[in-house]
């Protein structure tokens, strides 16, 4: 492991250049105006910043030669204009025009990350490996972008500024120039040395700062607002900051100390005895008289500044092969093809759904084409193997039948959802619609046929409108909304909303947003599937959060709703679904028998067992 990790941190300088080129490309293709003037920038300011120099020693000798003064004040003339006008430029550009292209390329990298992360397979979030790295691509891959053509448009104006310098020290003297030459050789493997302990230290720190964001998370959000004041988990969070704490000054305190001994010593006494040696050695020049006052002055001082330039042209420079390891797993996010792909043929009007001796495992291994944890997968591959969520499942629904699978928790009745939604593929059989394997049909057209509301609905911080219409809403939709909430039972506490649809969920973003109960939120989430014309309506206990008089009313909805139209229907609680059509009975991932209620009551079996103990908990 460690051998390979050391393998990924050295790149040759072609993948170096490559990764970064590719970004180059990107940038220059999403925001043109920006590539463009982040390189125009560079090399305008490059000659800005060797100005000042030329024009001192301009002035120097003017001064040597005994020129009148008002030859020298023309020079300081031109030099106060030239200055002024570059600064108006440089903050109009800094200030102004940056930032807006910035952040337009900000948008336009995130809709790309965002249409990724859409398409990507629910697997993936499931696989805390792969989560890190969506997780760092999303936080970096902006703030990455520009700082790589911002430093593409430092480093040209480096190159000029050093240049034009560097050849004028030159003419001074060649000696001097040689030096500066060995200083930036040195420079560069000091970076080059500080940048690979950056980049372990990022990558030691990441999974703490991701604790400590999380820790934060729980006490800034409102989720966990209640439970934390009632619960001991508040002494629990606090040793595990104090833990994670300790391990993040443990990180700074190791890497601190071997940034320190690059820094502050090496580097510094380096810097310094090349500065003052040349300073000497320049002295010793004038004293014999070899270079006059003015060209001492102005070849010290622009030493000095050559140094920076050449210090800082080397510090970014070596940025670079950091800079490709981000791109690496940004690429490597990028190019993760999902497994979960879209068939061609367009989803037909429902009439069937069957499930063929379908098998599935929640297997991490699921990402074999994500090259980078490739290693890490083959080791969990072998942990997971064995552990079926579903085994050798079949059964067969037709259209306007309305069935129920029962069963405890943890028996599969989710992960049977999902795979009907082809969240998830099973790993082994098949899901058939009208008798097609709905791997065949195209993705959107078949999950658009599908109203599910699961065990774990999420409300948006959006307003109520858009949660029951789950995504747009234009007013031509105001009356589908309504119904659909009064048939969900929520018709009371709408007319109750001053502002009815518009209101907005949550107080994210809005004083005067409202916050649902538990089964408010609920019924919200069942009349998303009311709002549009499904033809399968699938509801993963959905009155989980709901009193009796609810769920009783909520039931008749459905049945009045959906009287048309075929429903799957989830619960535990067996005396909601004993109307069903038929009963599919599930425990520990297998199909224990089926039927309606009175013929599963007369088999005597697991149901009618576990509908027994229910009613007679009811009767208590
Ligand atoms: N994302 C997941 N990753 C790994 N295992 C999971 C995941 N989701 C569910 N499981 C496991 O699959 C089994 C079935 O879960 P589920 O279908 O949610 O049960 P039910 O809905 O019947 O309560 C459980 O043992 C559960 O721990
Ligand atoms: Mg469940």
């Known amino acids: 492991m460690k051998n390979s990790n050391k393998k990924k941190l050295r790149q040759s300088p072609f993948r170096i250049l ?40 301009k002035l120097f000798d003017a001064l040597d030669m005994g020129k009148p003064f008002s030859e020298c004040a023309v020079i300081i003339g031109c030099m106060a204009a030239f200055y002024l006008f570059a600064y108006g430029v440089d903050a109009w550009y800094w200030h102004y025009y940056n930032p807006l292209v910035k952040q337009k390329l900000h948008l336009r990298l995130h ?90 230290q990022e990558k030691e720190m990441k999974p703490l700062y991701r604790k400590r964001n999380y820790i934060n998370r729980i006490y800034h959000l409102q989720d966990h607002a ?16 104090d833990d994670n704490t300790d391990k993040m000054v443990a990180c700074a ?13 090496f580097n510094s006494v380096l810097g310094n005895v090349i500065y003052f040696g040349v300073m000497i050695y320049m002295f010793t020049r004038l004293v014999d008289g070899a270079v ?61 759904l069957e499930l063929k001796n379908v098998s599935f495992k929640y297997d991490f291994s699921a990402n074999p084409r994500y090259e980078y944890h490739a290693a890490d997968h083959t080791e969990k591959k072998n942990e997971s193997e064995g552990t079926y969520a579903l085994k050798n499942v079949s059964m067969k629904l037709n259209k306007g039948e309305k069935i129920a699978i029962v069963g405890y928790n943890g028996a599969g009745k989710t992960t049977l959802i999902k795979l009907i939604l082809r969240l998830y593929d099973p790993t082994e059989g098949e899901v058939l619609m009208n008798g097609v394997d709905v791997k065949d049909f195209k993705l959107e057209e078949y999950r658009g046929r599908i109203g599910s509301v ?8 959006a307003s109520l409108a858009e949660n029951v219409m789950n995504g747009r809403y234009t007013d031509a939709d105001r009356i589908t909304v309504e119904k659909a909430l009064e048939a969900s039972g929520f018709g009371e506490k709408l007319s109750a909303l001053e502002n009815g649809i518009s209101t907005t969920l949550t107080r994210e973003f809005d004083d005067k947003g409202t916050n649902l109960s538990g089964g408010e939120a609920q019924k919200v989430a069942i009349a998303r599937v009311f709002a549009r014309p499904y033809d399968l309506i699938i509801m993963d206990e959905p009155s989980s959060a709901l009193d009796p008089i609810a769920e009783y009313e ?13 429903v799957i229907f989830i619960s535990h609680r067996l005396s909601t679904t004993r109307m069903a059509d038929r009963i599919y009975m599930f425990a520990n991932g297998t199909l224990e028998e089926f039927g309606s209620h009175e013929e599963l009551m007369a088999k005597g079996g697991k149901y009618a067992e576990m509908f027994e103990m229910q009613a007679e908990k009811y009767r208590i």
């Not at 003297?173 to 080059?192: C, E, G, H, T, W």
């Not at 100390?257 to 820094?263: D, G, M, N, S, V």
């Open 18 to 57: 490559k990764n970064n080129l590719r970004m180059v490309f990107k940038v220059a293709r999403l925001t043109p105006d920006y590539f463009i003037s982040m390189i125009f920038e560079g090399i305008v300011w490059g000659f800005i910043n060797a100005a000042y120099s030329v024009f001192t020693v």
């Open 111 to 200: 809709r790309e990350l965002f249409e990724k992360a859409h398409g990507l397979d629910v697997a993936c979030y499931d696989d805390p490996e792969f989560y890190n790295d969506f997780v760092w691509a999303m936080d970096e891959s902006a703030t990455r972008a520009a700082e790589i053509i911002g430093d593409i448009g430092k480093l040209i104006n480096r190159i000029v500024a050093g240049s034009t310098l560097f050849a004028l020290i030159f003419t001074i003297d060649y000696k001097v120039s040689v030096v500066l030459i060995v200083n930036a050789v040195l420079y560069i493997f000091i970076n080059q040395f500080a940048n690979k302990i950056s980049f372990e």
């Open 226 to 241: 209640k439970e934390l004041r009632i619960s001991h988990a508040h002494d629990l969070l606090m040793d595990e900051m």
């Open 253 to 265: 305190r190791k890497y601190g100390k071997k940034y320190f001994l690059l820094y502050g010593i």
């Open 292 to 352: 006059l006052v003015g060209a001492f002055t102005a070849s010290t001082g622009m030493i000095w500044q050559v140094r920076w330039l050449l210090s800082d042209f080397v510090e970014r420079i070596t940025k670079f092969p950091k800079h490709s390891l981000f791109l690496e797993k940004y690429y490597g996010f990028l190019n993760f093809e999902s497994r979960t792909v879209s068939g061609s043929e367009s989803a037909p009007a429902f009439e069937t």
């Open 454 to 461: 699961f065990q774990d609905f999420k409300i948006y911080a």
């Open 554 to 566: 909520l039931n008749r909805a459905i049945a009045d709703y959906a009287a048309d139209k075929t």
